[in-house]
C-alpha cells in the first residue's frame, strides 16, 4: 500500500468519525461557556436574581430559628 494512500484513508476517516461525533453531540457542540454572560445588563433577570436571592434569604432565616429552637 502506498504511503500517500494511506495517509488519504486516515484523513477521510477521521473526517467520517468528526461528522459522526457531530451528530450524535446533536449537530453541533454546544457548552455552556456559550450563553455565559447572555444575561448581563436584562432588567427581567435582574428582578428574577433579587426575588432568588430574597427567596434564599428567608429559607435561610427559617432555618436558623428552627436550629435555634432546637439548641
Known sequence: MK???LEE????QEKKVA????SLNGGSQKDWRRTFGMFTGDE???R???QARK???RDRQKTRRRKA???
Do not use: T, Y
Not at 484513508?9 to 477521510?12: G, K, N, P, S
Open 69 to 71: 429552637k432546637s439548641e
Open 44 to 46: 427581567g433577570m435582574k
Open 19 to 22: 461528522e459522526l461525533e457531530r
Open 3 to 5: 504511503v500517500q494512500n
Open 48 to 50: 428574577v436574581d433579587e
Open 9 to 12: 484513508r486516515v484523513v477521510f
Open 55 to 57: 427567596i434564599r434569604e
